[in-house]
Structures are given as structure tokens and as C-alpha cells.
């Protein structure tokens, strides 16, 4: 049933249908992986690369080719290392040694590791690490110091939250704001610093970018907040909590009371303080964004962002947050890509959007209102400063009537054609449909027949049986 409720779903959201006929049919890749001559351990990693995110897959798989590798690996080390943070199988003792221990691993040809519980999702990664290993010493001496070095960070950090979580007497999680910002920095922040230090190595990036630390900072954190945000509910339920004491205990007196929906409003005021944490990160991320040089390496950087503040509009005062995973549909995403893809004017179009539908769903009953509204106009404030909306070939367009009216007309065509396409597609599909079923013994005559009489109702065992014995011609 799910391919006809994606059909009826497009149906009635032609635009969304749009965007993704666009991405397929015009979205060009900047630059194509050649794949024909690779080793077969450099074919596994792409493997395990797509099989553990298809959504970060496609972004580094269009990389430029001095950064293909190094990035792809990069990827798959921090992937292994979360993995092993993740599960709670491990002991803690055991835990904490191959965290710390971890960028030393990285030196042990042939290294795998098996000790993952049977449900951990990417545990193959790490099954299969010899391969990841491999090609590791195969890239340049400065890209491998660059990965090692912000493994070695992560690996610290992330022992250090997992020992605390697990003697942490009250069981609280993350306590404070300060504590969840740090725990963000280990697991996004240091990886926004790594890819940075290596578009720089790679002559792709403004250099100066690296004197401005809090800018790639403010990447890895806008994602990984957002991240958290979204995926309350699936960490409640594998046990882990990382939204701050420091917030929910100003609205809820239990971190469960959040999932009752007794206490649904508590929880959505809540959860508005949360996204007002994330979006101070927002300008200094579209800052960040304007000192990249290069289209694949923008477009990497740029697309994830675009997700986010999309995200954050979605779940921004959304109760469903509450008692399932909330996600952008499949053709949004592809509007956001094909947007963030372009270049920085459409790009910040793009985050102002989603500001706007922030802006537009917060209410005066929030105790955040206020600064919420603020944070909101501080980054239309901003993207203003770059690209002033008063533009004077904008403002000449919109003093044209006509202009406006054939834009309107051609969207309206365009909208025909899209749900013309759609009822050919349902029609095809049904034709094929009664055609199999035809000559797989469906009685349509009897269908016909009882419907003129009147019949639309599904017969009891009676009257089917009833049918049967009318209509079948045993002695045939």
C-alpha cells in the first residue's frame, strides 16, 4: 500500500513532485567518482559509505577528487567510532578503552572488530574495518594527520560522556547547557574542524576561515542539536537523554513527563526553547558557507545545513516529535538539494524560508516568544545584510504586472502538466493492474453483473458462497 499512498501523497502535492523530477533530470554531479579501475578495498568502503548513510553518501561522493578519499575515510573512522559510543552491549570498561585507544587503531593493518550487540545498525563498518584501515594509509600524510588527530579528540570526549553517563547516580543524561554544548562539540563540532582543516590543506577553502574556530564550530552544532531535537523519542526509547536538565526541568518536573500528552503543552514550550538554542547557531553557519571556494565542497557543506533549518521549521512546536521520528518528505529534500546546490544568494532564500515558517508558528503563549522572534530577525537581519531583498532589478519586477501574471501562468501550466502526468501514471498503472488480474482468473463479469443489481457491499460467507456455486461450471 505504500507505493499508491506516495501516488495520492504527489497527487495532492504536485510541487513536491516537481522537485524531484528536477534533482533526477537536472541536477548535474560537479565531479563523478570513477570507479571503473578501483581497488576492491576502496570499492568497500564506498559500499559501507553508502550503506551507512545514502543522505551524506550522495554530498561526498561529488566531492572534488583531492578531497573524494580523504573525506569518504574520514566519514567511515567517525562512523565506527559512534558506533562503538552507541551501543550499550559494550561494557563500559571495554567501551572506554577502544575510544581512547581508538586513533591508534587506526595504525593496526587488518584491525576489525566483532563485540557490537546483533541490532547495531552499522556495526559492519567495523566488521569489515581492515578495509577502511587500508585505504587510510593509502591518502596523504596531511589529510591522515588531520583524521587522526580529531579522532584522538572525539575518542577522548566521547569516553568521557559514556564513563559519566554511566555513574551518573540520578540518571539525568545531559545535565546542563554548557555540558550538552560540549558533548555536541565532541561528536559534530570536532568534525566540522576537521573538514575544514582538510578544505583548507586542500586549497579549496578561504584559509582564514581557520582563524575564525567558532564558525566550523557553529557547523557541526547547528546539525548535531538539530539532530538531537528531532530524535527525542528514539533516543528516549533506547534509554538515552540529551536534551538538558538545565531546559526540560524548567517546564516538566519528570524528563518522561515530555511524552504524556497530558503534558503536551509543557513538552512544545520545551521543545521551542531547544530549537532557540540551535538557531543561535544559524548566522555564523551562513557565514561560514561564504568561504567556500569550490561548488562540490559548498555543496557538501551547504546541502546538510539547508536540511537543518528545514527540520527545525518542522519540528519547531510539533507535538508528533513527541511520539514518533518527524522527517522531511523525499520532496522537500530534493527542493532543499537542488536549492542549496545552486549558489549562496539561493541558499540563504532558502534558510530565510524556513525562518519565515519558524517565525509564523511561534505564539505568544510560549514563554520563549520573545526571544525566539528575536533570534528569528537577527538571521533574516543578517541574510539581509548580504543580500538586501530590495534589489533594484527585483523591485522593477515587481513594479511589472504583467511579469508577475506570466510567472503566475507558466507556475499554473506547470502545475497542470504535473497532475496530468500523475492521472496518466494511476490510469497506466490500473490498466496493468486489471490486466493481470485478468489473466490470472479475475470473474470482472460477475463484478459487473452484481453491481448492476445494486450490490456494493462485500458479501457474507453465505452469498459468496452463493456466487460460487452460480457462476462455477464444475462439470467444465
Excluded at 550487540?117 to 600524510?141: M, Q, S, T, W
Aim: charged share 25%.
Amino acid at each position: 500500500m505504500a507505493p499508491f499512498a506516495n501516488v495520492f501523497y504527489y497527487l495532492f502535492h504536485p510541487q513536491e513532485l516537481r522537485s524531484m523530477i528536477q534533482w533526477q533530470l537536472f541536477h548535474e554531479p560537479v565531479h563523478q567518482r570513477d570507479w571503473t579501475d578501483e581497488r576492491i578495498s576502496l570499492y568497500q568502503c564506498f559500499h559501507y559509505l553508502e550503506k551507512t548513510s545514502r543522505s551524506f553518501a550522495a554530498v561526498i561522493l561529488e566531492l572534488h577528487p583531492e578531497l573524494l578519499l580523504p573525506i569518504a575515510i574520514f566519514y567511515l573512522i567517525l562512523r565506527g567510532l559512534d558506533t562503538i559510543e552507541d551501543d550499550m552491549t559494550i561494557p563500559i570498561e571495554e567501551k572506554d578503552r577502544l575510544l581512547r585507544d581508538f586513533h591508534n587503531i587506526l595504525d593496526k593493518k587488518g584491525w576489525t572488530f566483532t563485540g557490537n550487540g546483533p541490532d547495531e545498525k552499522d556495526r559492519e563498518v567495523l566488521v569489515h574495518f581492515n578495509v577502511v584501515v587500508e585505504e587510510l594509509a593509502r591518502i596523504k600524510p596531511e589529510y591522515r594527520a588531520i583524521i587522526k588527530d580529531i579522532t584522538q579528540k572525539m575518542g577522548d570526549g566521547m569516553a568521557d560522556y559514556a564513563n559519566n553517563a554511566e555513574h551518573n547516580p540520578n540518571g539525568n543524561g545531559v545535565n546542563t547547557i554548557s555540558e550538552y554544548s560540549l558533548y555536541c562539540h565532541y561528536v559534530a563540532g570536532l568534525v566540522g574542524e576537521g573538514c575544514t582543516r582538510m578544505f583548507v590543506q586542500s586549497g579549496l577553502a578561504n584559509a582564514e576561515v581557520l582563524e575564525r574556530p567558532h564558525l566550523q564550530e557553529s557547523m557541526g552544532q547547528f546539525l548535531q542539536k538539530t539532530n538531537i531535537i528531532r530524535d527525542v523519542r528514539e533516543d528516549w526509547d533506547d534509554k538515552r537523554r540529551f536534551w538538558p536538565k538545565e531546559i526540560w526541568s524548567k517546564h516538566v518536573d519528570k524528563f518522561e513527563d515530555l511524552f504524556d500528552k497530558a503534558h503536551e503543552e509543557a513538552a512544545l514550550n520545551c521543545g521551542s526553547e531547544m530549537v532557540l538554542d540551535a538557531l543561535a547557531h544559524a548566522d555564523e553557519c551562513l557565514f561560514y558557507l561564504s568561504a567556500l571556494k569550490e561548488q562540490s565542497v559548498f555543496n557538501f557543506a551547504a546541502i546538510p545545513q539547508a536540511m537543518a533549518i528545514a527540520t527545525l521549521a518542522l519540528v519547531f512546536r510539533n507535538p508528533l516529535i513527541f511520539h514518533q521520528n518527524v522527517k522531511i518528505t523525499r520532496g522537500q529534500a530534493c527542493q532543499i538539494m537542488f536549492e542549496a546546490s545552486q549558489n549562496l544568494p539561493i541558499l540563504y532564500e532558502s534558510f530565510r524560508k524556513s525562518i519565515r515558517i519558524i517565525h509564523q508558528k511561534n505564539t505568544p503563549k510560549d514563554p520563549n516568544h520573545l526571544k525566539i522572534s528575536i533570534a528569528c530577525g537577527k538571521i533574516e537581519q543578517f541574510i539581509e545584510s548580504i543580500f538586501p531583498s530590495q534589489d533594484p532589478k527585483k523591485l522593477a519586477e515587481a513594479a511589472n504586472p504583467s511579469s508577475e501574471k506570466a510567472k503566475e501562468a507558466e507556475a499554473r501550466k506547470d502545475m497542470l502538466y504535473m497532475i496530468g502526468s500523475m492521472l496518466m501514471v494511476l490510469m497506466f498503472i490500473s490498466m496493468v493492474m486489471i490486466i493481470v488480474a485478468y489473466f490470472a482468473g479475475a470473474r470482472f463479469d460477475i463484478m459487473a453483473s452484481e453491481i448492476m443489481k445494486g450490490r456494493l457491499s462485500r458479501p457474507n460467507q453465505a452469498e459468496a458462497e452463493a456466487l460460487r456455486r452460480k457462476y462455477d461450471h464444475e462439470e467444465l
